[in-house]
């Protein structure tokens, strides 16, 4: 795929993002299918933080994984034949692309600008969470996997990579867990609020492309092995429609004998939080 096309489509997903408001608030029926609970936050966030948090202390300060650096252990004949169809040497133009596509799709969540404004803050939480959550899952599991990137195995590859130990830190791709966390938080949440919608396949298919677009990019700048994107694509859909879901009424109506409901409001005019027993 071309440099060309990328920027086509990053430049339409920002259109679409930009232009959400005026066309979906015409247009749509809104329903409110999420709420907050001073439990389930507590219990989401803490986690997220514990996960996101532990694993920055173990890498950048207990330095838990050992980054010793052989050049003779690079044998491609070693890497299964599924592996180096995708493997390809460092390219820094892809990489900074790659990057660029990321942060399109986490940010498609903005277009739930479109709410009102009292749903905001149970929007904002619920992904904070999903990004805390997939975040620590993929930090831990690089942590705890020794994987070389594929551009190891070939000539040219970065030294600063090397130097900073994030040469065997492949599995799985980041870069590709945030963008499925975001693509399928926004498709669960928009699908929900809009259930009618015939805006939902859009959406989706906006979303998706964006994430599966960034994991084509970090196989094709060489930073990751094809079952690297894959796990990380697995991981981030999973945070993504497991943390909303964890937020709806049907969810909180398994528990409501057993703890309270609240509800939190944040707007213009102020922030306003109600907990009936």
Request: proline share 5%; aromatic share 14%.
């Amino acid at each position: 795929m071309s440099l060309k096309k990328i920027k086509s489509m990053i430049v339409g997903a920002a259109l679409f993002v930009t232009c959400s408001h005026s066309v979906f608030a015409a247009e749509l029926e809104y329903v409110q299918p999420f709420a907050l609970n001073p439990v389930n936050e507590g219990i989401q966030l803490s986690v997220g933080a514990l996960l996101s948090g532990s694993a920055l202390v173990c890498d950048k300060f207990v330095h838990l994984k050992k980054n010793e650096y052989n050049p003779d252990d690079w044998d491609m004949s070693a890497i299964p034949n599924l592996e180096q169809i995708f493997m390809r040497p460092y390219s820094k133009p892809l990489h900074v692309v790659g990057t660029v596509t990321v942060g399109a799709a986490m940010l498609t969540p903005a277009l739930f600008a479109i709410l009102p404004s009292n749903e905001w803050l149970t929007i904002g939480t619920m992904y904070a969470e999903t990004l805390l959550l997939a975040n620590g899952i993929k930090e831990w599991t690089k942590l705890l996997v020794y994987r070389a990137r594929p551009y190891m195995y070939f000539d040219g590859f970065p030294q600063d990579k090397v130097d900073d130990g994030d040469w065997n830190c492949s599995f799985p791709s980041g870069h590709t867990t945030l963008a499925f966390a975001g693509a399928a938080f926004t498709t669960m949440v928009f699908c929900q609020c809009f259930p009618d919608s015939n805006w939902n396949y859009a959406v989706a298919g906006i979303s998706f492309g964006l994430a599966t677009l960034t994991g084509v990019l970090r196989m094709a700048s060489g930073n990751h092995f094809f079952t690297d994107v894959l796990v990380g694509a697995i991981i981030g859909t999973a945070c993504g429609f497991a943390v909303p879901y964890m937020h709806t009424k049907a969810f909180y109506g398994k528990f409501e004998k057993k703890s309270g409901r609240a509800n939190a409001a944040l707007s213009p005019a102020g922030f306003s939080f109600t907990y009936n027993f």
